[in-house]
């Protein structure tokens, strides 16, 4: 099991609970005094995480490793393109169909479950390009309406592990070192990404399909940037 498995903030804390409570039972019992006192478990902070995803300049060289002609290199462009441009979770992007893409329009229709609703993106024209060029050169016939689908033979649409099993498998062949390798790491570089450019946290939760503006606010707790050039001022002059 990875170091990232017992972390403080699930399960080292649930395993430190579960042990008390059982301790717990146990003194009631009658069968040890005084052991369920001194287990303590580590304090977790509300948002004390920061959200985690490669650098700008490493989702740049991460899409543009995806190259080739194979049906299989046609098909996972299209999905990081996705993922990268968008900012969408896996299960969203393995739930698009077919109708999902309107060509005629430019628009983009993404399945936006916990907001029991649809949300319309402009059809950016490189995603687009990546879309179409797998459609027509690598998707397998299939009576499956999910745009994306597997390669090999029983044909199906594609699970979202399979997704984040991608893109953490060409994280590691470019050396890319981060705590996170999932998909969802990408959501969160875009979303840095977007922070940075200047963009109001209203505009990036509208863009990622945040339910509430809390959920954006994890991107801004700590700009780090902004913390070292506050840490350049010569505040002496202040004083």
């Not at 739930?95 to 649809?118: A, F, N, S």
């Not at 969802?184 to 450019?197: F, I, M, S, T, V």
Request: proline share 4%.
């Amino acid at each position: 099991m990875s170091s990232d498995a017992w972390g403080r903030s699930t399960p080292l804390h649930a395993l430190a609970s579960t042990l008390r409570n059982f301790f717990r039972y146990v003194e009631g019992q009658g069968w040890a005094t005084n052991v369920a006192s001194g287990i303590e478990a580590s304090v977790v902070y509300r948002e004390e995480g920061l959200p985690l995803g490669p650098d700008w300049e490493d989702v740049q060289r991460f899409v543009a490793s995806f190259v080739g002609d194979s049906t299989i290199d046609l098909r996972n462009r299209a999905m990081i393109m996705l993922l990268v441009v968008y900012g969408l979770r896996r299960g969203e992007v393995v739930r698009l169909r077919l109708e999902d893409v309107d060509w005629c329009g430019e628009i983009l229709h993404v399945h936006r479950p916990k907001q029991r609703c649809t949300q319309q993106y402009p059809l950016v024209a490189t995603v687009g390009n990546a879309i179409l060029r797998y459609l027509k050169e690598a998707r397998p016939r299939s009576a499956h309406r999910e745009l994306f689908l597997s390669v090999e033979a029983p044909i199906r649409p594609l699970s979202p592990g399979r997704v984040s099993s991608i893109v953490r498998s060409r994280l590691a062949t470019l050396g890319i070192d981060i705590p996170r390798h999932g998909a969802h790491c990408l959501r969160h570089a875009n979303a840095r990404h977007l922070l940075d450019a200047g963009f109001a946290l209203k505009e990036i939760g509208d863009h990622l399909g945040h339910r509430s503006a809390s959920s954006t606010r994890a991107y801004a707790k700590v700009d780090l940037t902004g913390l070292r050039c506050v840490a350049e001022i010569d505040l002496g002059s202040l004083l």
